[in-house]
């Protein structure tokens, strides 16, 4: 019987694969928009956007603790911070500090879209990037339920995902770094925001991630709460 049960609450999961590399994801896209902000900030530059947040290519991205900013990597900032995410412009969002608390940053999408990719990092005001692990709480909201991915980046890193059901939105949580230093701040760095409407069904062979959901489907009783972590949390080990 309660192997029966659990079969059922697995037919009502939502269903995903989630990538760890650019290129692969790309591979199982039909004409993606990429998002690279630049133009955004000027040259050198930055734009602070606060609560009202920033709407591109029909992504609206918006932070909870009003930190939202589209910086240059020539910025002085920038540079004297060695806080650059690469060449050009990049987007700075929420933060978690020991001082000031946590905020999310959101990603509110056109409708229709059933892949999201991002590329990331973690950066600590203290410390700068080197050497620092930052984790993140990644929320895919899809029609037919939360995703929840928690993944971590000593360096530029990527997750993306591409969903059977269509995609509302996302929410990155800054999680804190490791070590947990005692007088922190850390921050989301992210850049080429790729979204799509179209995948190609089968075209690759699912990475970790897709298998933890399907293990987690069988093994978590699907339960009534929207937002329950235990009905979907991926746990990749990354």
């Known amino acids: 019987m309660k192997l029966a ?18 290129p692969t994801f790309e591979a199982a896209l039909v004409s993606p928009t990429t998002i690279t902000f630049e133009g955004v900030p000027p040259s050198g530059g930055q734009v602070y956007y606060g609560g009202s947040g920033l709407t591109i290519s029909g992504v609206t991205i918006n932070a909870t603790n009003n930190n939202l900013y589209a910086l240059s990597s020539t910025d002085p900032f920038t540079v004297a911070m060695n806080a650059s995410l690469g060449t050009g412009a990049y987007m700075e969002g929420s933060y978690n500090s020991t001082c000031c608390g946590s905020g999310d940053t959101n ?20 410390l700068g990037p080197d050497g620092i692990t930052g984790s993140f709480r990644f929320h895919f909201l899809t029609t037919g339920g939360p995703i929840i991915v928690d993944k971590s980046a000593s360096a530029v890193s990527f997750i993306g995902i591409v969903a059977d059901n269509p995609i509302l939105g996302v929410m990155v949580m800054p999680l804190g770094d490791n070590p947990n230093h005692s007088n922190f701040a850390q921050f989301l ?30 093994l978590i009783p699907r339960l009534s709460l929207l937002y329950s972590r235990k009905r979907n949390i991926l746990f990749n080990g990354l």
């Open 107 to 126: 990603f509110t999408l056109p409708a229709g879209i059933l892949a999201f990719g991002i590329d990331f990092r973690s950066y600590n005001q203290q």
């Open 189 to 218: 760095h992210f850049d080429n925001v790729t979204i799509s409407n179209q995948a190609i069904q089968n075209s690759e062979t699912p990475e970790l991630s897709t298998f933890a959901l399907t293990a987690t489907a069988l």
């Open 5 to 22: 049960m659990l079969f059922l609450a697995a037919m009502y999961l939502p269903a995903a694969t989630i990538y760890h590399t650019r």
